[in-house]
Structures are given as structure tokens and as C-alpha cells.
């Protein structure tokens, strides 16, 4: 039986339209009255994750930041689990994406920090709805309780490169993966969703058989991992595909839904 459902947001349960669709909501809010703990787990900030498992109807603690950050599902939650990017790193980090002319927006004390205030933070900010402070440089400030570095660019194959050069650089340090074709996101080694999800099934002495979960990029790799049962979805990445037990139909086409159908309603 499945007792905790483990979802990605963005190409899971949201579309490229930045909401739910009604059959995805209703599943999930049945869900939740059926004492199954669903738990969202995004590289999203937690001040931009709380509407939406708010909107849902959630109860459970929300992994934010790849995994480096676990938060109670309310405003003034306790934080339940928080890994940094070490400061010394951040900095070398920041002066490559310089070099490489790659937009980096900088998460501080689950804050969005940047240096440049360009069509792309402003394009970024407006799809989730959150807000940015633009400083004149990171330089000339201190580099405390930083959540992730995320680089950003239009070009592909630029993250593709910036991806493997910083994966080069840091092997052992960092955990740096592709969250998006145009997003890399830089974060602590230890802040994987996959290592988030194991952190609360042993809070709740729930079993890895008992554990669902649902993604759609190569972000999401450990998490499924993490999984008695791993589900890709039909938009997902290849990579994602061939470590899933299942592939279900795409977000537009309520992808969640069908899974949740197969492996959770049958069982409650």
C-alpha cells in the first residue's frame, strides 16, 4: 500500500501554463483525505511552493531547493532540514557564470538575490510570482545560508557546457544537474530530493515500498530512486524514462491522475 506520494511541480502536476489542471487537484485533495501524505519536491523557493501545495490542500512538509531545504507547510513552519552551498564555492561558482555571460540568480535565506536586472529575472519572477532584490555585486556581500545557484540561458547547449564543466570542477562538492533545458541548478552535495524524501519516510517509519514517486527531469532521477515505485512522465526526459518502473501520460493529459489511478487507488 502507498502511504506517502512524492510529486515534482513543474511538467508534473503544473503545466507550461503555470497551473493545475481541476482533475489533477481533485485527485490530490482525495488523496490527502484518504491519509496518503503527498509531498511536493521542486528546486522551486519555498515562498513559491507554499501557494501552490496551499491551493492543493496539503498538509505535509514541502521539499524545496533540489532537497536542500524542508519546510513545515505553513509560512512560519519549522524548518525541518537545510543544506547550504558553502560560501567559498558560491563565489567561485558566481565568477564562472560571469566568464560565461549565463544569468545567475543567487537564493539567500530562501531570498532571490541578482546583480543583473534583465528581461530574464524579470520573465522568471513573473511566471512564479515571486520577488528579487538586484545588488550592485555579490563582491560586497557576505554569502550566508545560500539555498542553490541557478544559472540561466537561452542557449542549451551553453548550461549543457556550463553543466558539465562546474560537475568537472566540483565532482565530490556540489550537486549540479539541469532542471529545465535552459536551468543548472548548483546546490549542496547532499541536497537531492532522493536524500530529502529518504530524510522524511524515516521520520514517518514509512518504507521504501510504501513510497511513490512522480517526475518529469533529470532532477528528479533520485528521487525515483528514492521510490518503491517510480513513475516518469510522458514529457519527461529520456534519462528520467529508463530508471521509471512506469511511464504515464503527459501533464497536459493528467499524467498524475492516471498514475495515481493505477498504483495508489487500487490499494486504499
Known amino acids: 500500500m502507498i502511504k506517502m506520494l512524492v510529486l515534482d511541480i513543474d511538467g508534473t502536476i503544473y503545466r507550461k501554463n503555470f497551473s493545475a489542471s481541476p482533475a489533477v487537484i481533485e485527485t ?5 483525505k484518504d491519509g496518503i501524505k503527498v509531498v511536493l519536491a521542486t528546486g522551486r523557493m ?40 558553502p560560501e567559498n564555492q558560491a563565489r567561485e561558482i558566481i565568477e564562472i557564470l560571469r566568464k560565461h555571460e549565463i544569468h545567475c540568480n543567487v537564493y539567500i535565506d530562501d531570498g532571490l538575490v541578482v546583480e543583473d536586472d534583465n528581461e530574464t529575472i524579470k520573465r522568471y519572477t513573473d ?13 560586497d556581500m557576505k554569502l ?22 562546474l560537475s568537472d570542477k566540483y565532482p565530490d562538492d556540489l550537486y549540479i544537474i539541469r532542471s529545465t533545458p535552459h536551468f543548472c541548478e548548483i546546490s549542496n552535495k547532499d541536497a537531492t530530493k532522493g536524500n530529502a524524501i529518504r530524510y522524511l519516510a524515516k521520520l514517518w517509519n514509512i518504507k521504501k515500498e510504501e513510497i511513490m514517486a512522480v517526475g518529469d527531469q533529470d532532477n528528479d532521477i533520485e528521487m525515483l530512486k528514492a521510490a518503491g ?34 498504483f495508489v487507488k487500487e490499494t486504499i
Do not use: H
Open 28 to 32: 490530490l485533495r482525495s488523496l490527502v
Open 46 to 85: 519555498f515562498c513559491a511552493t507554499l501557494p501552490i501545495a496551499e491551493e492543493i490542500g496539503l498538509k505535509e512538509p514541502v521539499i524545496c531547493y533540489q532537497g536542500g531545504y524542508i519546510k513545515e507547510c505553513r509560512k512560519n513552519g519549522k524548518i525541518l532540514l537545510q543544506k547550504n552551498v
Open 127 to 139: 511566471e512564479r510570482n515571486v520577488r528579487y532584490k538586484v545588488i550592485e555585486s555579490f563582491d
Open 144 to 165: 550566508e545560508n545560500i539555498n542553490k545557484i541557478l544559472a540561466i540561458d537561452t542557449d542549451t547547449e551553453k548550461i549543457k557546457k556550463i553543466q558539465q564543466e
Open 229 to 262: 515505485i517510480a513513475v516518469a512522465m510522458g514529457n519527461g526526459t529520456e534519462e528520467l524514462k529508463k530508471i521509471a518502473d512506469y511511464v504515464t501520460d503527459t501533464v497536459d493529459n493528467d499524467g498524475v491522475v492516471k498514475a495515481v489511478n493505477k
